[in-house]
Structures are given as C-alpha cells and as structure tokens.
C-alpha cells in the first residue's frame, strides 16, 4: 500500500517533467498523510495538464459523508475497475500524484519499522491516481483522490507485498487522456516498477506521526 510520501519538488521540475506551465504554491513536505491535501497533474478537455491540490482519501459521488475517505487512501489496480467506489472514475477521472519518496513499514517480531523508498537518480515518483467531485449536503464541492497499487517488485517485498502504480514519463499521456477508457489498454501500466531503479534505507519512527514533518523524517538510521 501507499500510507505516507514526501514532496520535495520545485516548480521547475514540475514543469519539465509534466509539461505543465501553470503556477502553483510547492512547500517542502517530509511526511504527507492521508485526508490531507495533495498535489496532482490531471488533463484538462483541451489535453492541458495542469497542477492542482486535491484530498487524500477519495469520497464516491454516492457516499453519504466524508468519513470514508480514510479508508478510501489506496485502490488495488486488480479490481479498480470493477469497484463501485472507482469504476467511474478510473474510466475518465485519473491524474498523477508527484512524489519525491514514500514510506512503508516493515513488520518484525519487536515490532514495525518504517523505510524510505526513493528513485536510484532521485527523479521523482509519478503515482497513479483516480480522483472525484463529492457534494457535500450544504451543496460545496470536495475534490479527493486516491493511489493506486500493485504488487511489490523483489525491493519492495522484502518490506511489504503492496507498493504504488509508478508510471514511466512515456506513460503519462495515456495514463492522462480522458477519451481512453479501455481496461485492457491501463492495465498494462500496472506494472510493479522495476526494483533496480529505486532504493530503501530504514528511518526514524517518529515519522509514525504525522505532525513530525521535517528532513530528519528521512535521515537514514
């Protein structure tokens, strides 16, 4: 699964690597949690992408209230598809989610130890995710998102069996474009991303909190 990252990017690598032009706030962030905001590049009706903040924890058009977000944070790319809570979306609402690093946690016999995952060249993640509009009953409007998984590749598994969809920079544009809808043409970018390109290093469980957010969040131990 995908419980915790880092967002350590600048608009200029923003715009080079997503192609995207539009400004927007970035803040170093060391420990990004779920139901908080988040950064995504989506396609607009004219094949624009653009930045935006949107909700981690995606609420279905049909929920009721807000409180199921919190379990709504991660989608298995095996059954996205065929989902009430994502099926929509997946067909026509999906974005990217920019990373620098995530987190996972280890279980062992003394306990749980959490690990920091980045990429060997320190380019960063580009998670899959759907996203949706959810009305709330005093008639506003929530976006929220959510972060598709897959199984671990051989670095990952010796963590976790779960880790995010990453796409490749030449997926983007399928990934992005609206008009394709096909499951069988998405679910070949479901993948687990090659192991040889990222690395782990255990890190402090202060990170367990989310209110610790800082560079030592991701110092090795």
């Not at 908080?36 to 058009?61: K, T």
């Not at 960063?124 to 409007?141: L, N, Q, R």
């Not at 590749?153 to 008009?179: C, K, S, Y």
Request: glycine share 4%.
């Amino acid at each position: 699964m995908c419980g915790r990252f880092t967002s350590l990017l600048t608009p200029e690598l923003l715009a080079v690597i997503y192609e995207i032009h539009a400004k927007i706030d970035l803040q170093p962030r060391y420990n990004i949690a779920p139901t908080q905001d988040i950064l995504v590049v989506r396609e607009d009706s004219a094949g624009v992408r653009y930045p935006s903040y949107v909700r981690w924890g995606l609420i279905p058009h049909w929920a009721k209230d807000k409180s199921i977000a919190s379990k709504m944070i991660n989608a298995r790319s095996e059954t996205v598809h065929e989902k009430p809570a994502f099926r929509q979306a997946i067909r026509s609402r999906r974005c990217i989610v920019p990373a620098s690093g995530f987190f996972e946690w280890s279980a062992t016999p003394t306990g749980k130890f959490p690990h920091y995952i980045t990429m060997r060249d320190e380019s960063p993640f580009s998670f899959a995710g759907i996203w949706e509009t959810w009305k709330a009953s005093d008639g506003s409007d929530a976006e929220t998102c959510t972060i598709l998984t897959t199984s671990a590749n051989p670095l990952m598994a010796t963590i976790h069996d779960r880790m995010p969809v990453i796409l490749h920079q030449g997926e983007f544009r399928l990934w992005l474009d609206p008009t394709v809808n096909d499951p069988r043409e998405l679910q070949r970018l479901y993948q687990p991303y090659p192991a040889e390109l990222m690395q782990e290093w255990q890190v402090s469980t202060a990170v367990n909190s989310p209110r610790h957010s800082d560079p030592n969040c991701i110092v090795p131990t």
